[in-house]
């Protein structure tokens, strides 16, 4: 049985995971975590299910599944890092330097976790067709869509695309004049953030060449798609033994 604890319970990630939890034989909700949560919030769930609200709460459990805000999130992992629990951090918005922060404290503890920037299977593929084109055609943009409330720009997928662009290029691209309107800097690839009514998550990579252009597009149109990774990651986080990124090392 693999005891989970989901931080963000009550945000539309955090409801999705838990129910998706609760329905698995193989796995225990043995308790959600959020500072600001009172057991009223707590109708919906089972009286098993332990709440709990500070760090000295938190006792035992196997894996944390984090849907939090980007504040939370870093906090969220030592925490669980501290405790022996294998995060599962799904939340977008981390630096580069907090990660690696993070992945050093887990060597430490020899704890396995995985930072997630995408738990879509379209958009794990989008990342990893996108390494691959960037071989061939070093210039690339990333433009990416999401629902209006969400608060981060440019989202955890969309920066981490760009990191693997820039890591797989090995031509120098065309340099690009930078201005607001050319969207955010991230390792030399310009990237684009939409936020509007009416999407959910989607991006775009665009590569241009001499009279050509390459499109690589995933559309993700309900959260449900995001479950069977949740699931993946965390039947499988057990099996590292270090604070991995991306959901592609456990597939
Ligand atoms: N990796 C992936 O595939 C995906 C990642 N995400 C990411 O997941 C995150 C959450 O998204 P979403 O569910 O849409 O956002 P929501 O705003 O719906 O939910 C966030 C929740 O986090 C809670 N929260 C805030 N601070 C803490 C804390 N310290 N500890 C525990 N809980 C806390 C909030 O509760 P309160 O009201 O009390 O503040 C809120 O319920 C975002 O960063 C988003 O980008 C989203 C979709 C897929
Ligand atoms: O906030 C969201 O909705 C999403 N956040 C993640 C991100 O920032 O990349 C993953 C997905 O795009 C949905």
Redesign the pocket.
Known sequence: MINVVI??F?????QATVQTVRNQADMKLVAV?????TTADMTQLPDDVALWTTDVDVTAADVWID??????AY??AVLAIQHGIHPII????LTPQQQQELQQQAVTAHLGGLI?????LSAVLLMKFAQEAAQYFPDAEVIEYHHG??P?AP??TASATAHLIAKSRQNAPQPTVHNEARGADIDDVPVHAVRLPGLL?HEEVLFGGSGELLTIRQDTMD?SS?MT?VLLATRKVATLNELQIGLDKVL
């Open positions: 931080a963000g009550r945000g539309a990630m955090g975590f959020d500072p600001h949560a849907f939090t805000t980007v504040e939370a906090h969220n799904g939340t977008s918005g997630v920037p995408n738990f879509g409330d969400k981060d989202s955890g998550a959260r995001f990774g």
